[in-house]
């Protein structure tokens, strides 16, 4: 069965070091997300791409956060300088079309940690 | 704008028992509600989706969601729980605003736990 790939599944940095996360979606599907869940809390979409091109970045962080599909296939996260605030998890999903009640698959996550 | 609420945020209930997870939603039209089921260090799986039509949604793993305008819900109901059910519960709304057509606006969850 196709699953979202992500690495590494966890991430221990010291604050002001930089970070980064990888995704790859599944097969085919064209739009991908990111999303950070803070313990205790429900995702929280940070970015959206529908193949290279980003569709929604309106809640990431941009002077830290930066993402990045070129080919349109995988993806990476990436956060420089890490802060305190940053440790939680990092979850990236897929979906076929970018259309509502289209499902959206995830992966396992990356749990961040920064000290 | 849109929102979800789930008023409980941890469950215990004995296993065998009936289970009832709670959801609000504030939207202003027909809304896209989804029921995601997060283990511990996974990430979500889709266990129903509500669009339109019959407003009781049968889903993954035994689960069933009945769909209230009237009350703004989406209630997650199973009728005896397993012991592989622990786990944390998502309720989401679909956010059709704005050039993200898929968004997804998720809830704080509930912690379901299982009593042997």
């Known amino acids: 069965e196709a699953e979202v790939a992500q690495s590494p599944r966890y991430k221990i940095t010291e604050k002001s070091q930089a970070v980064a996360f990888w995704c790859d979606p599944i097969?085919?599907?064209?739009?991908l997300y990111w999303y950070r869940q803070i313990l205790g809390q429900g995702p929280e979409l940070l970015v959206q791409?529908?193949?290279?091109?980003?569709?929604?970045d309106s809640q990431l962080p941009k002077d830290r956060f930066s993402a990045e599909r070129l080919k349109g296939v995988d993806s990476t996260l990436k956060i420089q300088p890490a802060e305190l605030g940053d440790s939680a998890m990092y979850l990236c999903?897929?979906?076929?079309?970018?259309?509502?009640?289209?499902?959206?698959?995830f992966g396992p996550g990356t749990r961040l940690t920064v000290l | 704008a849109q929102s979800v609420t789930q008023p409980d945020i941890h469950i215990t209930v004995s296993e065998g028992a009936s289970l009832e997870l709670r959801c609000n939603y504030s939207?202003?039209?027909?809304?896209?509600l989804f029921w995601y089921v997060q283990s511990p260090g996974q990430g979500l799986q889709l266990l129903l989706k509500?669009?339109?039509?019959?407003?009781l949604v049968q889903g993954i793993k035994g689960f069933e969601a009945e769909f209230k305008r009237s009350q703004s819900s989406f209630n997650l109901r199973k009728p005896s729980v397993h012991w592989s059910d622990a786990a944390e519960y998502f309720c989401?709304?679909?956010?059709?605003?704005?050039?993200?057509?898929?968004?997804?606006?998720f809830g704080s969850g509930t912690r379901l736990s299982i009593r042997p």
């Open positions: 999903a897929s979906s076929k079309l970018a259309v509502q009640g289209n499902e959206q698959f």
């Open positions: 097969s085919g599907h064209a739009t």
């Open positions: 791409f529908q193949d290279e091109s980003v569709v929604d």
């Open positions: 939207y202003g039209a027909t809304p896209y």
């Open positions: 509500y669009f339109s039509g019959d407003t």
């Open positions: 989401a709304v679909g956010a059709s605003r704005g050039s993200s057509a898929s968004k997804i606006i």
